[in-house]
């Protein structure tokens, strides 16, 4: 045995252990801090109904980058947003975004939600997702783009009954909860009175199809009548 007796040779290992696990921690840290900035290219794409393929006019399309800090797990501690925009599709059914290059004043770094683009208009199952890569590919660096960018992308329509429509609604509400609970929700009015809107008709068809939705005032009054 290589320690002259048990105590001391477990102590040796018990502190190789800890020195180990601080190395790693320490090197999973550096590599989760974000970069001093971060660019975006321009985001353009084209909304279709999935049944005919005619554009969608008026769909609501919001796009954020979502920054997060170190954990241990894989999902990270929000730490806010980089950017939040919004937009809506033409009659050509056309959205598009500017690119950009921002100053990274937190300790986050973008992941795949960069950007995270979510598409919605009422009598459609709304679109929404981030970029897909590759489990243990490297980082792609500050310079960012949407892998949505360039596509026909096709809405469905949405299921006739009230209640599968509020589960569907449930998931857009929580994608847009990070970027309402980061105080960006003035950034995104439109999708903000269209959910609302859309989640007071259901209620209104049927009780039970409850959608959570955020407080953006008395919308009754302004919501289109369906």
């Known amino acids: 045995?290589?320690?002259?007796?048990?105590?001391?040779?477990?102590?040796?290992?018990?502190?190789?252990?800890?020195?180990?696990?601080?190395?790693?921690?320490?090197a999973l840290a550096l590599n989760a801090c974000g970069s001093p900035y971060y660019t975006s290219?321009?985001?353009?794409?084209?909304?279709?109904?999935?049944?005919?393929?005619?554009?969608?006019?008026?769909?609501?399309?919001?796009?954020?980058?979502q920054l997060v800090g170190f954990t241990l797990d894989t999902g990270g501690s929000k730490r806010g947003q980089l950017a939040v925009m919004e937009t809506t599709t033409d009659a050509n059914g056309r959205f598009f975004f500017q690119?950009?290059?921002?100053?990274?004043?937190?300790?986050?770094?973008?992941?795949?939600?960069?950007?995270?683009i979510l598409i919605f208009k009422p009598g459609y199952r709304y679109i929404g997702g981030g970029n897909d890569y590759t489990m243990g590919a490297s980082s792609p660096g500050p310079h960012r783009k949407s892998q949505?960018?360039?596509?026909?992308?096709?809405?469905?329509?949405a299921d006739p009954d009230p209640r599968k429509q509020a589960i569907d609604l449930t998931s857009l509400s929580t994608n847009?909860?990070?970027?309402?609970?980061?105080?960006?929700?003035?950034?995104?009015?439109?999708?903000?009175?269209?959910?609302?809107?859309?989640?007071?008709?259901?209620?209104?068809?049927?009780?039970?199809?409850?959608?959570?939705?955020?407080?953006?005032?008395?919308?009754?009054?302004?919501?289109?009548?369906?």
Do not use: H
Request: glycine share 8%.
């Open 41 to 65: 290219a321009a985001i353009e794409a084209w909304v279709v109904d999935a049944d005919t393929g005619q554009p969608i006019e008026g769909a609501v399309v919001t796009a954020n980058w």
């Open 176 to 226: 847009i909860a990070n970027i309402w609970n980061n105080g960006d929700g003035p950034s995104i009015p439109k999708m903000l009175k269209a959910l609302a809107c859309e989640s007071e008709r259901l209620a209104r068809r049927d009780g039970r199809a409850m959608v959570p939705y955020f407080d953006v005032g008395d919308v009754g009054s302004n919501c289109e009548s369906k």
């Open 148 to 157: 949505l960018s360039g596509k026909r992308l096709q809405m469905s329509k």
């Open 99 to 116: 690119g950009f290059t921002k100053l990274n004043l937190s300790f986050g770094e973008l992941r795949d939600q960069d950007p995270q």
């Open 1 to 26: 045995m290589a320690c002259g007796d048990w105590d001391r040779c477990e102590t040796a290992t018990l502190l190789s252990a800890a020195k180990y696990l601080v190395v790693m921690i320490t």
